[in-house]
């Protein structure tokens, strides 16, 4: 099993948050988690990368010559791509791999990343990403919900590139 | 490239870290480059009158990426970075201008890696984006 696929097993601290401390979380939600969107197959243009570099503020000329990618980078390459009339009137699109929950105000949350190889011009990318867990916290404003998703990234030929980690919180 | 940079690397050291005032055409270019239309990043009215903030939000992954800028630079070509942890604590907003910076928290020479505490303070010095950057040195 490679190290990406561990991660998308449940730790233990993890499970013990999976469930409901105010009944916000339904079974139906709860079974949820597992989902995996269809794989998304991308190319690390070097146009993009160099959009993404000047954009941030890069100096390292390999990221502005669109060479090589910032850590970062992938975020601009998997960020949802919808049809305007998928827009929610925020400007947000909607996440089809979530379920409704029923607290809808989105705070930020938090990444974590496992680099195994850089994300180099022309790389054709595949990123699948997966519901890991869903728990629910009590907060000084009431409770949040948490949800967790994983993306691993690979090249197309199976190389691992990364895996991330995203925690969203809702109030 | 500096490959000699573990050799002297002791828990306590800082990394340099930069200062970003981004204005309302960078946060519009990160927006773009990501596609990313939420109106907080672009539309006053909306992110004021509707959403309550004070102003503009500075997008959170930007905040991020600067992160990752502070880890870069610092390595200078001497290693890669390996691990990213990071939450957005608190926002940021047009106008405001936040600074980058870490120390290293560990050093591991039999690995030859180090874990580094990083962050992104905002003008009253607060931790808005606390994080963590494993990095692994290039073999001499």
């Known amino acids: 099993m490679s190290t990406a696929q561990q991660q998308l097993t449940l730790s233990e601290p993890d499970r013990k948050n999976a469930g409901s401390t105010d009944g916000l979380l339904s079974d139906d939600l709860l079974a949820c988690i597992g989902r995996t969107s269809a794989p998304r197959t991308e190319i690390a243009s070097r146009r993009e990368i160099r959009k993404y570099s000047i954009a941030t503020g890069w100096k390292k000329k390999e990221y502005l010559d669109g060479d090589e990618a910032p850590p970062l980078f992938h975020l601009a390459l998997f960020w949802d791509m919808v049809e305007l009339d998928k827009l929610t009137p925020d400007g947000v699109s909607i996440d089809e791999l979530l379920p409704k929950f029923p607290l809808e105000k989105a705070m930020a949350g938090g990444l974590s ?8 011009a022309e790389d054709v990318l595949v990123a699948t990403r997966t519901l890991t867990n869903i728990y629910e916290k009590s907060g000084s404003q009431g409770p949040i919900i948490f949800y967790e998703v994983i993306m691993r990234v690979e090249t197309a030929a199976g190389e691992l590139v990364l895996t991330e980690k995203t925690t969203r919180l809702l109030r | 490239m500096n490959t000699s940079k573990i050799t002297d690397l ?45 102003g503009i939000v500075m997008s959170g992954p930007m ?11 610092w390595l200078d070509g001497a290693g890669q970075m390996t691990q990213l942890e990071y939450s957005n604590r608190k926002a940021a907003y047009i106008g405001e201008t936040v600074t980058s910076g870490g120390r290293v928290l560990s050093v591991d020479h039999d690995t030859g890696s180090a874990r580094l505490e990083i962050f992104i303070k905002n003008e009253a010095g607060d931790v808005i984006v606390p994080g963590t950057a494993v990095v692994a040195f290039n073999k001499a």
């Open chain 1, 113 to 120: 990343i496992d680099y195994f190889r850089p994300i180099m």
């Open chain 2, 10 to 54: 002791k828990p306590g050291d800082t990394l340099p870290g930069r200062a970003y005032a981004p204005d309302n055409v960078q946060n519009f270019m990160y927006s773009a480059a990501l596609w990313n239309a939420h109106r907080i990043h672009f539309d006053m009215p909306y992110a004021t009158e509707v959403e309550g903030y004070p």
């Open chain 2, 63 to 73: 905040l991020g990426d600067w992160l990752t800028q502070c880890v870069i630079e």
